[in-house]
Structure formats: structure tokens, C-alpha cells
């Protein structure tokens, strides 16, 4: 058995709405294990951001708890968390003025001193995450002169640089043309077969995640979370419950939804 | 765009190496030019110690000329610095501590603790040893004010034009309040609040520059420390709490700098605008990079030396002009520069 890298108990994500509590998901009990790509599906509003946000730490969770290798997050500084999990989110970023590789060391910050200063070592594993997302001849283009796809990369390069046994994307293949869609699954496959990693993901890219993935994480129309592999999921019909409309289906053999 | 590592260093060296020569000779031009002329033989004579026939010359450039130019680099730099800290904490290009009203609050506290000590409302100018620290104290008090206004908004308002405007029509109040207590200050108090109003770098005598140097010099030291945060925090702040910052703790010990700067600027100098706004644009113009490593440095260079420019223009006339007469009109043009030209400019992008 896999080590369970990330773990909730009773966990009830949502936010707060005129200072209530709104729960979005609750009662999650769910497992990030080591050396496995999972993917987050779900109808856009059905609380994948929302339970991403909650699990990489950015906003408490409304009950329940979240362990990061069997810690206790909130007992976690917030060093510790970033050496554990690196991100890769949509937020807007206003490092246009810095160049890819600069960007990419800004992953070795959790590693470096108080001036960051970065070692040989640092600058080894900089050009090695480059090289894994295929930037390597970006390295000295600024930021801001990247295409969407290119600057997506890029940011996966920075959360590689940081060295974490979990990373966590928030819809990294959004902006992606198919080719490099493909690519980047891949790419987030062999982190997490190769080198160990948990590696969660959001997204829409239905037969992608159905294929790449080693295990799925289904937000149902009714907000309930359904795990298993696509395999599990597909023999249960899992598939049809993802969104409420009667007239969408699944089709199995085109791993994606379609008219009925 | 393709930016050489090798390339960028030797740019680096370059904008350092020009900024350092331009910063000398600035200072050398002050010293030489005043609405008194005085030999460049004999201020040299007078600068190395060697003293001078003329006593009135002697006082001219060792009580007059040096202290104003140490000022004016010190204020300049530290104003600069203020600017860029402004600007990165609250993700806003056009950020700066006068046009966010961190000056006009400092001017207003200093407006108050000279009220409340019986004294004339308007700057340092004559005051005693004991009460420039109150009145220090009054600006810091001010700018921590605005400075606390703006963080309060800015957590609500996430729209970073909306703080600007916020920022201004604190300064309008800030402005109108100590109008309002101008109203009820003595006659000679009105004129020294106009000229300190006005801003200039002659304010600071010797026997006050120990502490004005001082808290500028290990404020603009502890900005230096900032740039892991600074850097990150270009991220957004999500990004950099994930890569280990403590962004809420970051950003009061950057906006503590800023009020620290700011204030002892404006107590001594008075508020003096477009400085912090403009440099370190310029700064990142020539580096052509928003690493807080080289643009610190960059930034307080270019500070330094641009205030120098401004204290050369006020003093080559027959008469002073005042410092917050021609901060705009070297600060306009390159903030129109940049609104019109920011698709073309990287770092906006």
C-alpha cells in the first residue's frame, strides 16, 4: 500500500457567505496516496476550486481534518507546507518583468536562506524542471512574451523546482491546445510514477483524465465526492451523475459525454 | 523578447556604474552652484578641510550646500525605495507615497504635534532638539494612519485603480485638515508651513542629520533584506504563501519600512511628490527587470540621484524654487511615457 501523502477526515469544504459558513462538500474522506495522478472532475460550480483551495491551505476548512503525511495542517507552519506541496493555480501573475528561469527559481525559495541566495544545487534542479516541461529555450524570454500554454508550463517548472512530494494544479491544461494537453498529463503522470510524487489535479478534459489518471476524484451534480479509477467509476455509472441534465451522457467508448 | 544571463549582469554593472557617476556628478554641481558663486577652487579648498579667505563661504558649503545635498540623496533614495515597496505590496504601478496620501498623513501628524505643542503648524524649521522627535513621531504616526486606511481597503477593495482613488481622497481630507488647522495657527506659522508645504532639502541642519541619516539609512537597510518576499509576493498571494511566505507578516514589515521612510522624509523635507511613484519605474525601465535584487539597489541610486537633479534645478536661479515645483515636471512626462507605452513594457504585462 501506497504512503497516503494527503488525508481528510469529515472534511467540509465551502466559505462564508454575510460571516455563515456555506458548505459546499462535506463529510470527504479522502486519500492522496504517493505515485498516483489524480483527477478532480466536476460541473464548473460543483466546489472543485473550493476544494482544492482547501487542501493546498489557503482557506480553513469548515470542519473536519486535513493531514498533510499524517500532520495535522494547522499545526503545520507555513515553510513546512510549502516544502511539502508546490501549486500551479489560475491567479493572474505580475511577474511579466522577470524571465522564465528567474521565474522558475522562485520555486527554490522554500529551500534558500533569508537573502535566497541559490546554491549549485539550486540552480541544477531550476534548469532540470525546465528541461522536464520542454522550456529550456524559453529560459531567458520574459514571462509576460509567453503564450498562455508556454507560461503554463512554465509555472509547473516552478512548483517541479520546489522539490515537494505533493503538487496540486488547478485546471493546468485550461488554456492548452490538445497536443500539449496530452503532453502536460503525460508529463504529470511520470512525476508521480517515476518519481513518487501525489500529483492532484481539476479538470475538464474529460477523456484525458480518464486516461492518464490513475485514480478519479467525481464531484456529483448532488455534490457528493465519488473515488475510484476510471475503471471502478465507469461499472458503477458514476459518469452519468457528474452533471443534471438528463440529455448529457457518457459514452464509454469516446471517454467523454455527448448528446443523447 | 531574450535576455542573456551574461547580458543581463553586464547591464546591471552598466545602469549601476552610470547612476553612481551621474550621483557624483550631481553632488559635485550642487556644491558648486547656489544663488551665491563661489569659486570651484575655494569649495574644494573648503570641502578637503583646507578652509577658505571667505568665512561666509565656509559656512555657505559646510552648514548650507553639504547638509542639503546629504538630504536630498538620503530623501530621495528613501522616497524611491517607498515607492517600489508600495507598488509591489499593493500590486499597483502607479503606487507611490504621495499619491497614495502616506505624505499628506505625515504632513497632517506633523500638523497636530505642532499644534498640540503650542508651537506654529509647518515642518522643523527652527525647532528644538526635543521637539523635532515629536514631531518625527507625529509623522510616523500620520503615515501609519493612511497606511493602516489603505490596508483596511485594500483587503475590501480588490480593484487596484479603486485604492488609488482611495489613496487620494484620504490626501484630500489628510489636505483639508490641515488647512483647517492652519486656520487657527499664528501668522509666522502659516508662512513656515508654506514653505515646508512647498518641500525642499534644506531643512535639515547638522546637529539634526544624525537622526534623519540614521532612521533613512537602516530603513532603506532593512528594504534591502525584503527581496525574497518582495519577489514572491509578484506572484500574487497565493503563490507566495505557497512557497513559504508569511505574506500578512511580509507585507507590515514592508509597509512598516514605507511609513518609516516616508515619514522621516516628510517631517524633515515636507511632502514632496512624484518621486516615489516615478524611480522606480525608471529603475526597472533600465534594468528592464522586477527582481527586487537589482532593483533595490537600482532604485535607490536613481532616487538618490534624481532628487540631486532637483535640488540642482531649485538652486541654479536667482531664487530657490521649491522641490514640489519641479518633481512634476520631471515625473509627469515619464508617467504619461509609461500609461501610453504599457502594452510595449513587459513588466505590466
Known sequence: MAQSLISTQDLAVGFKRDGKDVALLTGLNLDLKAGTLVALLGMNGAGKSTLLRAITGDTRPLAGTLCYDGRDVTTMSILERARFMGLVSTERIAAGGLTVTELVEMGRQPHTGFLGRLSKHDHEVVAHALESVGMTHKASSYTASLSDGERQKCMIARALAQETPVIVLDEPTAFLDVASRIETMQLLRDLAQEHGKAVLLSSHDMSQSLMQAHELWLITHDRQVLTGTAQELMEQGAMDRLFPSPRICFNENLLDYQLK | ?349
Open chain 2, 1 to 349: 523578447m531574450q535576455v542573456n544571463e551574461s547580458h543581463s549582469a553586464t547591464r546591471t554593472i552598466t545602469v549601476m556604474a552610470v547612476l553612481t557617476t551621474a550621483l557624483i556628478a550631481l553632488a559635485v554641481a550642487c556644491l558648486l552652484v547656489g544663488s551665491v558663486d563661489i569659486p570651484a577652487g575655494e569649495v574644494w579648498s573648503i570641502v578637503t578641510g583646507a578652509g577658505s579667505s571667505n568665512d561666509a563661504w565656509e559656512i555657505i558649503v559646510l552648514d548650507t550646500r553639504i547638509p542639503m545635498i546629504v538630504t536630498a540623496l538620503l530623501a530621495g533614495a528613501a522616497l524611491a525605495v517607498s515607492g517600489l515597496l508600495l507598488q509591489t505590496t499593493f500590486n499597483n504601478p502607479l503606487a507611490g507615497p504621495s499619491i497614495l496620501g502616506v505624505s499628506t498623513g505625515a504632513g497632517l501628524g506633523v500638523a497636530i504635534v505642532m499644534l498640540a505643542m503650542g508651537g506654529t503648524v509647518g515642518g522643523i524649521f527652527g525647532q528644538t532638539a526635543g521637539s523635532y522627535v515629536a514631531i518625527m513621531l507625529g509623522a510616523l504616526l500620520g503615515a501609519g494612519a493612511v497606511l493602516l486606511i489603505l490596508i483596511v481597503f485594500s483587503s475590501i477593495v480588490k480593484n487596484s485603480t479603486v485604492l488609488l482613488i482611495i489613496g487620494i481622497l484620504v490626501s484630500y481630507l489628510a489636505s483639508s485638515i490641515i488647512s483647517l488647522l492652519n486656520s487657527i495657527a499664528t501668522e509666522e506659522g502659516i508662512s513656515n508651513y508654506v514653505a515646508w508645504g512647498f518641500g525642499t532639502f534644506s531643512g535639515v541642519s547638522m546637529t539634526q542629520m544624525p537622526v534623519y541619516a540614521t532612521l533613512l539609512v537602516l530603513s532603506l537597510a532593512a528594504s534591502s533584506l525584503m527581496v525574497k518576499p518582495l519577489n514572491a509576493m509578484l506572484m500574487g498571494t497565493r503563490y507566495a504563501t505557497n512557497m513559504g511566505v508569511n505574506v500578512q507578516r511580509s507585507r507590515g514589515v514592508l509597509l512598516l519600512i514605507t511609513g518609516v521612510l516616508t515619514a522621516v522624509v516628510t517631517a524633515f523635507c515636507g511632502p514632496i511628490g512624484f518621486l516615489g511613484l516615478v524611480v522606480p519605474h525608471v529603475a526597472r525601465l533600465m534594468l528592464g527587470t522586477s527582481n527586487h535584487s537589482r532593483l533595490i539597489p537600482a532604485t535607490m541610486l536613481a532616487g538618490a540621484a534624481t532628487a540631486l537633479l532637483c535640488t540642482l534645478l531649485s538652486v541654479m536661479g536667482k531664487h530657490v524654487i521649491p522641490i514640489n515645483a519641479i518633481t512634476p515636471v520631471i515625473g509627469v512626462p515619464i508617467i504619461i511615457y509609461l500609461i501610453v507605452n504599457r502594452r510595449k513594457i513587459q513588466y505590466f504585462n
